[in-house]
């Protein structure tokens, strides 16, 4: 019924940009929070950076002052921005967004299948 669709993932060298973007579709009544998390290999995943409805936001001390999240809720997406990348920011990326469906309007979250990122020279 939801599906969440991510791009944007690839090689870059540390110090490098990437931006991300992750969109919705379906029975869609509401999206109430979007975010996005990441998992390193042999680590547990790990949120990088949330956004509500309204527009607040809250990340990772990790990523403060270098990653920015937004979100255009007229096309259900929702961006992440990455800059000064660094080798320890390499994981897959997830999306993640709490949706109501039209069909029960039941909140629950969905997830994406994941982007990779590698920052490596």
């Known amino acids: 019924q939801v599906q969440l669709v991510e791009s944007g993932g690839g090689l870059v060298q540390p110090g490098g940009s990437l931006r991300l973007s992750c969109t919705a579709s379906?029975?869609?009544?509401?999206?109430?929070?979007m975010g996005w998390y990441r998992q390193a290999p042999g680590k547990q995943r790990d949120m990088v950076a949330t956004?509500?409805?309204?527009?607040?936001?809250t990340y990772a001390d990790s990523v403060k002052g270098r990653f920015t999240i937004s979100r255009d809720n007229a096309k259900n997406t929702v961006y992440l921005q990455m800059n000064s990348l660094k080798p320890e920011d390499t994981a897959v990326y997830y999306c993640?967004?709490?949706?109501?469906?039209?069909?029960?309007?039941?909140?629950?979250?969905?997830w994406g299948q994941g982007t990779q990122v590698t920052v490596s020279s």
């Open positions: 993640n967004a709490d949706i109501i469906v039209t069909t029960t309007l039941r909140n629950r979250p969905y």
């Open positions: 379906g029975s869609i009544f509401s999206i109430k929070t």
């Open positions: 956004i509500i409805s309204g527009g607040s936001t």
